[in-house]
T-cell receptor, first 110, second 111 residues
């Protein structure tokens, strides 16, 4: 009964490819997020959705497109992958101001 | 804008040593303050929080007090264990939708 789950856990791909990461939460939360963590552990918010509506978009390249089919899911699609996209991507959800994080997806672009 | 500055690591300690990680913040309004911990290979977990001035958050032997006068929320533990080795993030939230994180401090505890 994982609270926030992400798939896949690891993703290795070539530059120029398109890939998706999926996220699901079973906490009944209204708000979900995507974060990017770089190799120095710096954590940066990318997107936030509340009840399937986009509320935060932190100047992320438009190659990144989040999609929220329902309140429990927030997927991240990335087009034309670049070397600099290599990172760990975390999904999170929240109710009020406490966030719960998924285990992360390590994306490696070769 | 809102921001968090925390002490740079890495920090290496022996078991049973005292740990302090400094965190200061800049915020418009009255933020809630958090410490998150990331164990190797895992996502972040909430360690403790405080929502108003002078509140003390505590969990697993860790404590932090919300000091409005010094805009600080320093994390402390009196006697660390090897299992406390992790990356620690200080964070603040003004709204319900956005956390601003510090850069993270890597702590390694040696037996």
């Amino acid at each position: 009964d994982t609270a926030v789950s992400q798939t896949p856990k690891y993703l290795v791909t070539q530059m120029g490819n398109d890939k998706s990461i999926k996220c699901e939460q079973n906490l009944g939360h209204d708000t979900m997020y995507w974060y990017k963590q770089d190799s120095k552990k710096f954590l940066k918010i990318m997107f936030s959705y509340n009840n399937k509506e986009l509320i935060i978009n932190e100047t992320v390249p438009n190659r990144f497109s989040p999609k929220s089919p329902d309140k429990a899911h927030l997927n991240l699609h990335i087009n034309s992958l670049e070397l600099g996209d290599s990172a760990v991507y975390f999904c999170a959800s929240s109710q009020l101001n406490e966030q719960f994080f998924g285990p992360g997806t390590r994306l490696t672009v070769l | 804008g809102n921001s968090v500055t925390q002490m740079e690591g890495p920090v290496t300690l022996s078991e049973e040593a005292f740990l302090t990680i400094n965190c200061t913040y800049t915020a418009t309004g009255y933020p809630s303050l958090f410490w998150y911990v990331q164990y190797p290979g895992e996502g972040l977990q909430l360690l403790l929080k405080a929502t108003k001035a002078d509140d003390k958050g505590s969990n697993k032997g860790f404590e932090a007090t919300y000091r409005k006068e010094t805009t600080s929320f320093h994390l402390e533990k009196g006697s660390v264990q090897v299992s406390d080795s992790a990356v620690y993030f200080c964070a603040l939230s003004i709204s319900d939708y956005k956390l601003s994180f510090g850069a993270g401090t890597t702590v390694t505890v040696r037996a």
